[in-house]
């Protein structure tokens, strides 16, 4: 396997328990790796969903990918401000140049004002159901989703401001050295 360097770039997979691919992302820049978790950056990213359509992204976002913990945060910059959403999922893997984890449907979006909101219970209850996850994966997710509300209570990892600050400066420069197009970005980043 090519060893991974800043600034290379990802495509990310997205599969449901029963191996299909869900959603996939077009390209994330890796901006950092750390020994339980890598770094990603996008923006005006192409998304593809399983029925075909597509869209994409509006605003810069900060992806935390973890090889151990069963969820990833997304972090957007947006004119009102820091949001994040996180997915309950696998632990991430990454093979060749492709990011894959398994979404277990359960998100926690997280709002400027310190509230948040837990989505999509009954997606989770139904797949639950149909794809006939193991207790143990039930127990899991459950778990995982209360860690993930206290990290954010307290302000931990990429809930703490000056860590996704740190990590859109770096993105910013890497994009400013790849094609100089920053300016669109920037106007979106919140004071």
């Keep these: 396997m090519k060893k991974m360097k800043i600034g290379d770039e990802f495509i990310v997979h997205c599969y449901k328990h029963d191996g299909t691919v869900y959603t996939s992302y077009e390209k994330s820049m890796l901006l950092d790796i750390k020994h339980d978790y890598l770094v990603f950056g996008n923006y005006k990213v192409k998304v593809t969903e399983i029925d075909g359509r597509t869209w994409y992204t509006k605003e810069p976002a900060i992806i935390f990918y973890y090889k151990k913990k069963w969820f990833n945060i997304i972090t957007q910059f947006k004119k009102t401000g820091i949001y994040y959403y ?14 894959k984890y398994i979404d277990y449907d359960l998100d926690l979006r997280c709002f400027p004002d310190g509230t948040y909101k837990i ?10 159901k149909k794809m006939n996850y193991p207790n143990e994966i039930d127990m899991i997710v459950k778990n995982e989703l209360n860690m993930l509300i206290k990290d954010y209570e307290d302000k931990k ?7 996704v600050d740190k ?22 980043k919140s004071k």
């Design 86 to 99: 996180c997915n309950i999922a696998s632990p991430t893997i990454i093979e060749g140049n492709i990011i």
């Design 119 to 128: 989505l999509d219970e009954s997606e989770y209850e139904y797949h639950k």
């Design 157 to 163: 990892g990429p809930f703490n401001k000056s860590v």
């Design 167 to 188: 990590y859109y400066s770096i993105y910013m420069n890497l994009l400013s050295k790849n094609d100089g197009s920053t300016e669109n970005c920037n106007n979106k």
